[in-house]
């Protein structure tokens, strides 16, 4: 296997596609992963947008009022990544560089995801600190951030280092 700009690209994987063919089920299945995320932070940002006008929001701490406008500049940012596949695909369309969107796109939902986990650990360390105090939300949001690492980054490098061993020997 090679791995050429984040986009790998198998030898022989026993698929019979052109390169090209190769590129639109890499940028299908990158779609795919953008509408899962796209719901997410949809209802996400939707949950967020309707706190301030809650009874309780004007009892918020300043650190918990800071707290909730970092989680709001997030939710905007990842919406603005994500839609940047968008606009990406409709500047690069038929100008045959679907490579080039693959490989942005891919980067894009990369930073995306980093900045999903940040905001889902952030709130509900916010939901927690609101109803049970300052430890739980810290503690809660530290034990979110173990269970992120765990699923999304260390299981998924153990589960390649053994594919990859097994291809290999």
């Known amino acids: 296997m ?52 809650q009874a309780r929001f004007p009892d918020l701490d300043p650190f918990q009022v800071t707290v909730y406008l970092i989680l709001v500049i997030l939710a905007a940012l990842i919406t603005v990544l994500l839609l940047a596949t968008v606009v990406m695909h409709r500047t ?21 995801m980093l900045l999903v986990a940040l905001i889902l650990m952030g709130t509900v360390g916010l939901i927690f600190d609101i109803v049970l105090g300052r430890a739980a939300g810290t503690v809660t949001a530290l034990g979110l951030a173990a269970v992120v690492i765990g699923l999304w980054v260390v299981l998924p490098r153990l589960i390649r280092r053994r594919h990859l061993r097994h291809v290999d020997g």
Do not use: C, M, Y
Request: hydrophobic content about 45%; charged content about 20%; aromatic content about 6%.
């Open 2 to 53: 090679t791995k050429r700009h984040n986009v790998v690209t198998a030898q022989s994987d026993g698929r019979n596609e052109s390169s090209l063919q190769r590129l639109d089920r890499n940028w299908h299945e990158l779609l795919q992963e953008l509408r899962v995320l796209q719901t997410g932070i949809q209802i996400l940002v939707g949950f967020l947008l309707t706190l301030p006008f």
């Open 92 to 112: 690069f369309f038929q100008l045959h560089i679907k490579e080039a969107l693959v490989v942005n796109s891919d980067r894009i939902l990369r930073v995306a």
